[in-house]
């Protein structure tokens, strides 16, 4: 295999952004330059979705609030998918809603049972400014639709409701990551 061949070989790890933090909960901006800084952009979050052991990052998850999404992801037939897109557009969720576990590495160890559509389409472009569609099913329609969603500026916390919303919001307080918890009583 040649040297760089693997998405991240090249990229440096960032730190990821947390919940609570600002960049996650407000629209990304469209990426209007295609140049070498937008390629670095991608290979640094690669390395740093590798380096977390995720299956999807978004560019607002280490701080830059731009319309990219890295993945590498399998669906439910274990066909291993890796790519990227630039300013992505969900044109299509639908098939069959279920509910399954989701997590997302700037809620680290969290999960909470969220209903997503078992088919999604993306349509965005590559970091050459070449179109792109991306078809997924299964798990990997749950990442893709994921990524679109932290690109909107939401979270998976937002789409759970009740009990679960209730219970993940209450360890994600206790997290030891959470930087805005309240003090332990002494």
Do not use: K
């Amino acid at each position: 295999m040649r040297h760089g061949s693997i998405p991240g070989t090249r990229g440096h790890v960032r730190p990821l952004a947390l919940l609570g933090d600002p960049v996650l909960h407000a629209p990304c901006e469209e990426v209007t330059d295609h140049g070498p800084e937008l390629a670095r952009l991608v290979e640094d979050m690669f390395a740093t979705m590798y380096a977390a052991n995720g299956v999807g990052l978004a560019a607002n998850q280490i701080g830059v609030p731009l319309r990219v999404f890295v993945y590498d992801c399998p669906d439910d037939e274990d066909v291993r998918h890796v790519g990227h897109v630039v300013n992505p557009r969900l044109i299509e969720a639908d098939g069959v809603v279920l509910r399954g576990p989701e997590g997302c590495l700037s809620l680290p160890g969290l999960e909470a049972g969220t209903e997503r559509y078992d088919r999604a389409v993306v349509e965005g472009f590559t970091t050459d400014g070449e179109p792109v569609r991306v078809l997924g099913t299964g798990w990997f329609a749950r990442c893709l639709q994921h990524e679109c969603d932290h690109l909107d500026g939401g979270v998976y916390v937002d789409r759970v409701s009740g009990w679960r919303h209730r219970r993940v919001m209450r360890q994600a307080a206790r997290a030891p990551w959470n930087r805005q918890r309240a003090p332990e009583p002494r």
